[in-house]
């Protein structure tokens, strides 16, 4: 090797020269080497790696072939830079001293190179990193079957990407910073004052943020779930964001609620941990009614509904002595709680039409007022 180099120095017969050459052959070999390692990921890495179950390493043996090309590249260059930056130092078979005494703009010239492959690696490994972090996510989504939760699919899975790419931009940043002997000491202390002037003024808007993450990872409620909140209000979940959350009531209009607010109040989720829920009808019969018929009457109401559920049976229940009718109380299910509305009406018109045919009185309100006798 040696013999090689000293022959192609002779023969050049400049010092510069020859130093420009070493730098391309180093770079052209780094392209080959690169190229080659590619070449192995992509004819034997990648096809046993096919063999396998899992999705996930075929994702990542992909990126890391583009990875390995490019760092091995990038590599070469700054080995180039480096034998370059040592001989322009060394002495000169043909000089009286070394390059760099000749050509002194070389040594910023050199710095500036280094800082910009430096930064150009860091903004590789930025990409490799988030490439990888949205690969892991999206395979435990599928793993957990997130896309049928909408909560973790449109929300946190999304949200914790962000996050994590927010923090390693960061601390790449304050890499980039190290590397330039920039003192970053008075940047954190301004950053952290700055922070807390931020978090005072926006205190109400914090709290909202951390109750998202609240909801969100302990998900009393999901996206599409519906739920009872103030003043006993039903809505369906449409949006969980970082700072509300979305909830269409019945009229189809869009309420949004402070997540601060929703972690503080007390929620019903009718959804929860199913879908079945219970359908209620309240009938008042007359007094001397014959009980029997009218629970009989009341459960041949539910006979064919189609939203009736197969899981729970129709029970009926005597339920008070009212000051003009016996209370009834006819208790129903229904396997998705959009159809309870729907079912509720039907049972009610089928109700009076049976109460009718079995000639079965439904009282008005009356008070009986007795005279008395002189």
Request: a positive charge; aromatic letters at 12%.
């Amino acid at each position: 090797m040696n013999f090689v180099l000293d022959t192609l120095r002779n023969f050049l017969q400049d010092e510069l020269l020859y130093r420009i050459v070493l730098i391309v052959i180093t770079i052209l070999l780094s392209f080959f080497v690169s190229k080659f390692l590619g070449f192995i990921i992509k004819k034997i890495i990648k096809p046993f790696v096919q063999r396998t179950r899992t999705e996930i390493d075929d994702l990542l043996v992909n990126i890391s072939g583009t990875a390995i090309y490019r760092l091995a590249f990038l590599g070469g260059i700054y080995l180039a830079l480096i034998l370059f930056e040592k001989g322009i130092k060394s002495d000169s078979k043909f000089l009286d001293k070394p390059l760099i005494k000749y050509y002194p703009f070389f040594e910023n010239l050199i710095f500036i190179v280094e800082i910009i492959l430096f930064i150009v690696f860091i903004i590789i490994l930025l990409n490799i990193s988030f490439k990888v972090i949205n690969i892991i996510f999206d395979w435990y989504a599928q793993k957990i079957n997130a896309q049928d939760d909408r909560n973790l699919s449109g929300s946190l899975f999304p949200l914790i990407k962000k996050v994590s790419k927010i923090l390693l931009f960061i601390l790449a940043f304050a890499v980039v910073l190290a590397k330039l002997k920039i003192d970053i000491s008075a940047f954190v202390v301004s950053l952290g004052v700055g922070s807390l002037a931020i978090a005072l003024a926006a205190q109400e808007s914090i709290s909202n943020m951390i109750s998202g993450f609240i909801i969100m990872i302990d998900r009393p409620f999901r996206i599409g779930d519906r739920i009872r909140y103030a003043d006993n209000q039903v809505g369906d979940v449409v949006e969980i964001g970082i700072r509300s959350t979305k909830i269409q009531d019945f009229d189809n209009n869009i309420v949004v609620i402070p997540n601060n607010e929703i972690v503080k109040s007390r929620l019903v989720n009718i959804t929860y941990p199913t879908t079945l829920t219970r359908v209620v009808v309240d009938v008042g019969v007359a007094y001397g009614s014959d009980l029997k018929k009218v629970k009989e009457t009341l459960l041949k109401a539910t006979e064919d509904d189609p939203a009736l559920s197969k899981e729970k049976s129709p029970e009926v229940y005597f339920m008070n002595f009212g000051a003009y009718s016996l209370d009834f109380r006819l208790v129903a299910f229904t396997d998705h709680y959009s159809n309870a509305w729907e079912m509720q009406c039907r049972l009610r018109e089928k109700i009076y039409e049976l109460l009718n045919s079995e000639k079965i009185e439904i009282p008005f309100p009356q008070t009986v007022i007795h005279k008395a006798k002189d």
